[in-house]
């Protein structure tokens, strides 16, 4: 598996979003120097329950190595990606963009049936709707890697066949 792939989040649950709020509720009460180190890595390592920087970057990084995969494959999926740094504010029509770029995914390759559908726009994202953003990459890498799997044991299988009668 693509290590950019690898690192994708969908399995975000209700309880994150607590502990991202309790966290960051107390070190801007008490200072972050208060956090046990855990805590402290765990909330700059970026929050399961809060949605950041970090997850953009993610999200971004993996659209462009799918778009780039799909490409080498022989499918057209031109995104528009861009890094994120502190102290970007992502604005809607930034955050339209991202949709749309996991949208060209979308419409370039194929989705599984139970492939979660894109959230319509980032206001009020929801946990939920974050794991299905990241769950939609992960699923289009697994077909993209079954059809080079595929086309591989179809090749495997052709010189197979020559060599086996091929020959004289």
């Not at 960051?24 to 399961?48: N, V």
Request: charged residues 25%; negative net charge; proline residues 6%.
């Amino acid at each position: 598996m693509i290590p950019e792939i690898e690192a994708l989040v969908y399995d975000r649950i209700h309880p994150d979003v607590v502990y991202a709020d309790n966290l960051i509720a107390r070190a801007k009460r008490e200072g972050f120097e208060s956090l046990l180190t855990d805590e402290q890595a765990s909330y700059i390592a970026g929050l399961k329950g809060r949605y950041t920087i970090t997850d953009l970057n993610r999200v971004e990084t993996a659209v462009q190595v799918l778009s780039e995969l799909l490409k080498l494959y022989g499918y057209s999926a031109p995104v528009d990606t861009r890094a994120w740094t502190f102290p970007d504010i992502p604005v809607p029509p930034e955050m339209e963009r991202y949709l749309r770029n996991i949208r060209t995914l979308i419409r370039a390759f194929f989705i599984l049936p139970e492939t979660p559908d894109l959230p319509e726009d980032m206001e009020r994202l929801t946990f939920g709707e974050a794991n299905d953003i990241e769950r939609i990459l992960y699923d289009i890498s697994h077909l993209i890697d079954n059809m080079i799997h595929t086309i591989d044991v179809g090749w495997a299988m052709g010189i197979a066949h020559i060599g086996l009668y091929g020959g004289t």
